[in-house]
């Protein structure tokens, strides 16, 4: 059987409304802001629809409903009612009353890097609001930001997004590190001392032991000793608290360590290491997340401020 809904309009239901309260044609018309010939037609729509007169003209009083028209005016508010709230209905995200929680996918070295801010900015701004951090699964990401399981994945840029929308959150340099107290002293790393030092490398996919820094040195047909290779970007520092060994990696993330950490600048050229987010298009218009992805924009740029003075 046909679904009668298909034969049905807004439009018929607001002159229904109109007929049945203001119970005058011409009224009604103004009312709609429509032509009486426009509102008699939509009135004989009606008629078929519901196989009823539904308003019968009264001399001198315009029209009055019939039983039918009666029956069906009593449910016809509520039903407005819920149409006029599901149009108009704007969402909105109140961050203060929030308790919501936001889901994160990053690596722990963007995680080290804009974690603390975050959460302090969350904090401050919804209280009672929820973030959690988990690692992303290259293979499972996409279809989890689209079930929205995760809001957002931080990292670095891929070639192929799927669709996803993202946007780079800043750049940042390429810093040397080693522990205080490092035998070399706390002077500036040279080439030859940096070829000369064992190294640490962070393999994300595990067991790699080159990376940008080796490709830079390949440019100026130098090679340097990688004798340890570790997953965990969090591990690097604390091994390298209590070794000889050097890492190179960005410096927000190894700022993070000054305390036990000496910073140089790396003696050869390297290209700049972007954090970028990435978040699926069906969350763009969401309120709570539109507010989640502005504060993680503006916790990166206040890093970025923080880090320019400091420099």
């Known amino acids: 059987m046909p679904d009668r809904l298909n034969d049905i309009d807004i439009g018929l239901l607001m002159a229904f409304e109109a007929l049945i309260q203001e119970r005058n044609v011409s009224r009604a018309a103004d009312r709609l802001g429509i032509s009486q010939p426009a509102l008699s037609g939509r009135l004989t729509r009606l008629r078929a629809l519901f196989g009823d007169q539904l308003f019968v003209p009264v001399a001198g009083r315009g029209v009055t409903p019939t039983p039918r028209a009666e029956a069906l005016g009593e449910t016809l508010p509520p039903l407005l009612g819920h149409l006029r709230e599901f149009i108009g209905h704007s969402p909105h995200f109140d961050p203060s ?30 209280p009672h609001a929820r973030i959690t951090f988990v690692l992303p699964d290259p293979e499972t990401i996409t279809p989890a930001l689209d079930r929205g399981d995760v809001d957002m994945v ?37 080439l ?12 994300s996919e595990g067991g790699g032991y080159a990376g940008p820094v080796d490709r830079a040195l390949e440019a100026l047909g130098r090679k340097r000793q990688v004798s340890l290779s570790v997953q965990s970007y969090a591990l690097a520092p604390i091994i390298m608290a209590d070794s000889d060994h050097l890492c190179t ?61 400091r420099c």
């Open 97 to 126: 009353e929030s308790d919501r929680t936001f889901v994160l996918a990053a690596y722990d070295n963007p995680a080290v890097m804009i974690g603390p801010d975050l959460v302090t900015a969350l904090k401050r701004a919804a």
């Open 249 to 309: 990696l960005p410096s927000r993330f190894l700022r993070r360590f000054e305390s036990m950490l000496d910073l140089f600048t790396p003696p050869m050229e390297m290209d700049s290491f972007e954090l970028y987010a990435l978040w699926h298009p069906r969350m763009r218009d969401d309120p709570a997340h539109r507010w989640f992805r502005d504060l993680v924009v503006e916790v990166s740029e206040g890093m970025s401020d923080r880090s320019a003075t």
């Open 192 to 203: 030859d001392e940096f070829c000369a030092a064992e190294h640490v490398v962070v393999s």
């Open 154 to 190: 931080i990292g670095l840029p891929r070639t192929a997004d799927e669709g996803l929308i993202g946007r780079t959150l800043f750049s940042d340099q390429f810093v040397t590190a080693q522990r205080r107290g490092h035998p070399r002293g706390s002077q500036p790393v040279t």
